[in-house]
């Protein structure tokens, strides 16, 4: 009799381990395992709603070619918003990069030059966000709605609106590096979202900074006494979106092969819909790079979906804002719950 028993409890034991292991996986990945099941389900829906379109592979394909110019963005943008913090000067960023590759291009004749204006241009300016937010203390949402418009003039005062075609990047290897088709299918733009995704993920599960980026977001105060340079993580985020926000734009004029001065607008919807929806808090502390980039997929999705479905693409406008408003009310909810 107790030797059944001693050999039954082992085994107990071992069970109830594997379920608190479940459990805490469960919890652990919450968000991403949530953020999935979503995407999962609204594809049935468009799937239901318009099964040709959505059986076709041309759809996929597009969504690989569009979703990354607002994804590439996305991505480090979770960093900003995880920290407490926010960015929405992103969309003159990516014309600003733009107008940098513009002068230095006409200026020198090199595209190579030319990129690295672009990406040095977007560092600068994420840079100064950062500066301003930190050091003088004006409040991101405050800051960058003001960056945006500064910068924004800045590009049509010395663009005098007017544009520039990117034609001769086709002769460079920087073409189907950024934008060409892989195995003459695959979008480049979709491997280097896929790249920065993880580049990302790593910075932010398994690095120092990374580590300061969630205490930054979670508590502030906490974070300082426990000597994270709250100051520089900060800046050094802000740095990240705008080198992102630049290399998006130059990736997007190179796909239509032309740099408008207005290169950005329309993408800040969007943008924000796939942070929140893939599950990072407006109020920090919290997110994860896969939710967002699984997010940023379903929002690509929706555009099509909505015009499959036989509505007006004005319906878009209407579900981001609802996606924000929505993911917003539930984390105000949770928080209200935890506390």
Known sequence: MSSNAERTTPRLKSDSVKISG??????????????????IFIWFLFLLGS????????IYVSFMSTTPFFALIALPLTLIIIIGEMDLSFPSTMALGMMAFDVVFVGTGSVILGF???????????????????????????ATIGTQFLWRGVVMVVTNGQGLGMTKVQDTFLYPLFVGRIGGVV???????????????????RTRFGAHVYLTGDNIESARLMGVNVNRTKILSFTIVGVAAAFAGFVVSEEVLFFWPTLGDGYM?????????????????????????????????????IVAAGLTGFWTSVIYG???VISVSLQAMLNKRIK
Do not use: D, E, H
């Open 322 to 324: 609802l996606i924000i």
């Open 269 to 305: 919807m969007n943008t924000l819909a796939a942070v929140f929806l893939g599950g990072t808090s407006a109020y920090g502390g919290t997110g994860t790079i896969f939710g967002t980039f699984v997010a940023c997929f379903i929002i690509g999705a929706i555009n099509a979906g």
């Open 22 to 39: 479940f459990a805490k996986a469960l919890r652990t990945y919450s968000l991403q395992i949530g953020i999935v099941f979503v995407a």
């Open 116 to 142: 690295i204006a672009c990406l040095v241009a977007g560092a600068v300016v994420g840079y100064l966000n950062g500066i301003i937010v930190v050091k003088i203390g004006i409040p991101s949402l405050v």
């Open 187 to 205: 979008p480049a733009q979709f491997a280097w979202t896929i790249a920065v995704g993880i580049a990302l993920w790593i910075l932010l599960n």
């Open 51 to 58: 099964p040709r379109t959505f059986l076709a592979g041309n």
